[in-house]
């Protein structure tokens, strides 16, 4: 069983910078692979950004350039920095593991779930 638990967001005005945390239980997490999805009011989930066990990273077009994802391994914790944020990125974030090497960008291919964390973009 995998335990997530996200941390990091709250509101920032259009422009600002946030980073997101999500602390993972397991002792093999450097063995996931981590994904961030966001889900606004009346939206679907989406994806965001993807994290593999060696550190390679994958990201939804729109956030490339202004998102990154990183791993600590020693720390079992995955981070979201996000900068040059905008009002359409209000959402709530939420992070995904699934216990093989591969990431995917569909939420479906996600066992594990955090609970998610409040991004408010004011503008």
């Known amino acids: 069983q995998v335990q997530l638990v996200e941390s990091g967001g709250g509101l920032v005005q259009a422009g600002g910078s946030l980073r997101l945390s999500c602390a993972a239980s397991?002792?093999?997490?450097?063995?996931?692979?981590m994904a961030w999805f966001r889900q606004a009011p009346g939206k679907e989930r989406e994806f965001v950004a993807s994290?593999?066990?060696?550190?390679?990273?994958t990201y939804y077009a729109d956030m490339k350039g202004r998102f990154t994802a990183s791993r600590d391994n020693n720390k079992n914790t995955m981070y979201l920095q996000m900068n040059s944020l905008k009002p359409e990125d209000t959402a709530v974030y939420y992070c995904?593991?699934?216990?093989?090497?591969?990431?995917?960008?569909?939420?479906?291919?996600?066992?594990?779930w955090g609970q998610g964390t409040q991004v408010t973009v004011s503008s």
């Open positions: 994290i593999n066990w060696t550190g390679g990273t």
């Open positions: 397991g002792q093999t997490f450097r063995t996931y692979a």
């Open positions: 995904a593991a699934r216990t093989t090497y591969s990431t995917s960008s569909q939420k479906e291919d996600y066992r594990y």
